[in-house]
């Protein structure tokens, strides 16, 4: 399906919002754990997919603060899915040239998970093809909460002035600086909201919904995430005619 994209106008940034494993375990009559393990392959399919199309951002919501709330059982569950995944997937992030990145709280995740994944980090931080970057204990208001506090410590100590704070200056105090604001976010499950994922970084960017439940998302929905994508008209405030002039 890859001939259906023109592969100049491949979104640099592509963020995803992971939704409906639990209900895919629970039309399979098993417990929503089922539907997590059963993701992996769609996270593969993902990052194999934007790699060989030449993404070179991928940011996955993986666990947002709020998740932190459903029951300590799935919770637990996730965390011991999570330390396998990274281990078995360091070898084709190796393989294909890719690094792994994370932002949200991190200290916040059990010791071996928070381990895990910085050794994952370290091994990876030498290549320079797709960043792959986890949401970990994320949420868009945490995250801008947390700018906020960072911006007025400079304040209070004087480093920085009140007439100084720019938008360049909220974005270089998120987790996200120094990385591109996504052209395109994917939300699986048919859900249409974004969940307090990337609040201030979505601010232009073009949103696709899709019913298909993530377990099930493959290479070729990735596909069709992006060619609607190229059949948008990104105007950014402006009207259709200067963009086209």
Request: hydrophobic share 40%; proline share 3%.
């Amino acid at each position: 399906m890859k001939e259906v994209l023109d592969r100049e106008r491949i979104p640099r940034h592509i963020a995803i919002i992971m939704d409906g494993n639990g209900r895919w375990a629970k039309k399979k009559g098993a417990m929503r754990i089922f539907g997590h393990r059963h993701a992996i392959q769609a996270v593969k399919d993902a990052i194999e997919g934007a790699e060989n199309l030449g993404v070179e951002y991928l940011t996955l919501f993986s666990f947002s603060t709020e998740n932190w709330s459903r029951p300590q059982e799935e919770i637990n569950g996730l965390m011991e899915l999570l330390v396998k995944t990274i281990t078995d997937e360091v070898p084709m992030m190796m393989k294909n040239n890719i690094r792994l990145e994370s932002i949200g709280d991190l200290n916040s995740l059990p010791q071996a998970a928070y381990e895990k994944l910085m050794e994952a980090k370290k091994t990876t931080a030498g290549n320079d093809g797709l960043k792959v970057i986890l949401a970990l204990s994320y949420s868009g208001q945490w995250e801008l909460t947390q700018a906020t506090q960072r911006i007025a410590q400079k304040i209070s100590e004087g480093t920085l002035k009140v007439e100084e704070i720019t938008q360049q200056v909220v974005a270089d105090h998120l987790e996200t600086a120094g990385i591109p604001d996504p052209e395109l976010m994917i939300r699986t499950s048919g859900e249409f909201r974004i969940s307090n994922f990337l609040l201030w970084q979505l601010a232009y960017t073009e949103l696709h919904f899709t019913p298909v439940l993530w377990p099930d998302f493959r290479r070729e929905h990735l596909v069709a995430a992006i060619a609607d994508y190229q059949n948008r008209e990104r105007r950014f405030g402006k009207t259709g005619e200067q963009v086209k002039s």
